[in-house]
């Protein structure tokens, strides 16, 4: 179908012209939190955005038509103008980051493609303007790398010994049609991100975390700063609260002469945020000051990506922080108590999978006789017993067949996102607490340990091993596990309490006060035992007082029991069960994580302050 069959409207979202916050459906969520800092008042660098509408229009037509080409031809003028800089000529050249960005969070699903507009003529520029010809080589590597991987879809290799022009000769052999040109890259890379929407990886991770795939993805793009300037530069993650336990201290990452890709890929282990404080006090403060100031925003623990560049803070991005399920628990509770959130937002914010967590089998004893068989950093606390395969495709074929796996790789991409899946752990050689393996394991509540060292479990593969996330730590054999009781946690026994004054029904652990013949009991219930079938089982069962076993606990069961009329669900834990019930009766409630307002701040007993 020709471009002119479409009609001329706008697909494009210039931030510096927002007066309030725009559609977080429209310009996705990576682009809203631009908004969002730069309404703070917080160094952001300039942006503009390609929308959901522009994607779904580019996948109507089947390609950029030439309106959505205008626009975005525009957007980059608009960055020329705020930046004072050019894009892809010299004296000081404009260079740009293209990145996906849907309404929900995909961390690592999806491409990104930094350093756009890089040549030989912008590298020279560059070189003579930063005075610094080993970093404009460098970045001229980097584009180079992510270009030929991200938009042509060509294997990664290490090209750092060749010259540029030697590494554009040998991609062009593999892909003769690829545009060099500085506009050739900006609109092939828009391309790129907007077919990775439909990668086989960001459709798995949307089908496991039940997200639409309607959706679509808007494109941003912004201008480069660069963490890669000298040692006065770097870049970095940080939470504004421990993701691993919930407490109050800032927890990140950093590491100089760097782009954001180092960190979060796993490839370079990055040093504790307080390098950065003993660099340069001043603006470390002013990077936990910034935290802070998101956090209380958008009223929930923020995930930060920040780059320095000569000694000055630029944000890029703050998301709500995918937390460990402790760090979820404990961190909804102290922000009830220091007046952020109510107690029903809070409660609503607290998911069935995180209480399940909370009451998983940990560890039986923290004094292991025998040393472990690899040690590196925490990244999601549980435990995981199974056969150790480093192949994801193992790892999925053996799940399959009932065999419980641990997946040990060097480091995980989106393309191993099948093997997580399957796998009871992940352990990796190499990365820390912000890498794909880790982000994506506190997001599926998967006990994962990070940065064991190179070969660390090749000599256990198909061997059995138990790892305990919570320490770091990789045991030879199957040790003993404890399984907590609910009852052995003030955080727990709080959540409950809040749970069951927003509770449709009540949950118990016993049914205790119940006549038999008033409890069903789903375990000998025809598909009472089976999530996917036991809404219909409760659906068709006379009436009832009170439901038991099986499946009972379970969301769906929940929800079935409370359209039934069934007064009450005895099972243990309770807490799942509370949560899915308190989740039922209200589906249409706005994004918890969202800035809400919170007029009569509570305490944890639910009474006003």
């Not at 100089?256 to 603006?283: F, H, I, K, W």
Request: charged residues 20%; negative net charge.
């Amino acid at each position: 179908m020709s471009s002119a069959a479409f009609p001329t409207r706008s697909y494009t979202h210039r931030l510096a012209d927002s007066t309030g916050l725009p559609d977080r459906n429209l310009v996705g969520g990576k682009a809203w939190s631009l908004a969002r800092m730069t309404s703070l008042g917080l160094r952001v660098p300039p942006a503009f955005v390609v929308t959901t509408d522009g994607f779904r229009h580019f996948h109507e037509a089947g390609e950029l038509t030439e309106g959505l080409r205008a626009q975005v031809l525009e957007g980059l003028a608009d960055l020329e103008h705020s930046t004072g800089r050019q894009f892809g000529v010299g004296p000081t050249p404009l260079l740009l980051s293209v990145r996906s960005g849907a309404a929900i969070s995909m961390p690592g699903m999806m491409d990104t493609v930094l350093n756009l507009g890089m040549t030989d003529e912008v590298e020279a520029a560059l070189a003579t303007e930063s005075r610094d010809a080993s970093f404009a080589r460098d970045t001229h590597h980097r584009f180079l790398e992510l270009f030929s991987h991200v938009v042509l879809g060509l294997d990664p290799h290490d090209h750092r010994a060749d010259s540029p022009a030697a590494v554009r000769a040998s991609v062009s052999t593999a892909r003769p049609d690829v545009a060099w040109d500085p506009q050739g890259q900006l609109m092939a890379s828009i391309e790129a991100v907007f077919k990775s929407w439909n990668s086989r990886r960001a459709r798995r991770y949307r089908a496991h975390q039940g997200i639409s795939d309607d959706l679509g993805t808007a494109v941003t793009v912004q201008a480069m700063v660069f963490g890669n300037l000298g040692e006065d530069s770097g870049t970095g993650v940080l939470f504004s609260r421990n993701p691993l336990d919930g407490s109050k201290q800032v927890y990140g990452e950093y590491l100089r002469r760097a782009q954001g890709e180092d960190v979060v890929s796993g490839r370079v282990t990055p040093q504790p945020l307080s390098d950065l404080a003993d660099q340069n006090p001043a603006l470390h403060s002013e990077l936990l000051a910034a935290a802070q100031t998101l956090e209380q925003a958008n009223r929930e623990v923020q995930d930060v990506e920040f780059t320095v560049q000569s000694g000055q803070l630029y944000l890029l991005q703050s998301r709500t922080a995918k937390l460990a399920p402790q760090a979820a628990l404990r961190s909804t509770i102290d922000l009830v108590e220091e007046g952020v959130l109510s107690i029903d937002a809070a409660v609503r914010r607290l998911t069935p999978s995180q209480a399940r967590s909370l009451v998983a089998p940990r560890l039986a004893t923290t004094n292991q006789s025998d040393p472990p068989v690899a040690s590196g950093e925490s990244a999601c606390a549980g435990v995981g017993i199974g056969q150790v395969v480093d192949d994801p495709d193992q790892a999925i074929s053996l799940a399959a067949d009932g065999v419980a796996v641990i997946l040990a790789r060097p480091t995980t991409s989106p393309e191993d996102l099948g093997g997580m899946l399957a796998a009871r752990a992940v352990v990796t050689d190499e990365g820390g607490s912000t890498s794909h393996a880790a982000v994506v394991s506190r997001a599926l509540g998967l006990p994962c340990v990070v940065g064991c060292g190179a070969g660390s479990l090749a000599p256990h593969v198909g061997s059995i091993v138990t790892v305990d996330g919570a320490t770091g730590t990789v045991y030879a054999g199957e040790l003993p596990v404890h399984v907590p009781r609910e009852d052995d946690s003030d955080d727990l026994r709080t959540v409950i309490a809040w749970a069951r004054t927003l509770s449709p029904i009540s949950i118990t652990a016993t049914a205790e006060g119940l006549d038999a013949d008033d409890v069903v009991d789903l375990a000998n219930t025809p598909g009472g035992i089976d999530p996917e079938q036991v809404a219909a089982t409760i659906a068709g069962l006379p009436p009832t007082q009170a439901i038991r076993g099986g499946a009972a606990g379970s969301p769906e069961a929940v929800a079935a029991a409370i359209d039934a009329g069934v007064s009450r669900i005895v099972t243990d834990p309770v807490l799942p069960a509370l949560l899915a019930a308190v989740h039922h009766t209200a589906p249409g409630q706005p994004d918890p994580t969202a800035p809400t307002s919170t007029n009569s701040p509570t305490d944890t007993k639910g009474q006003p302050r």
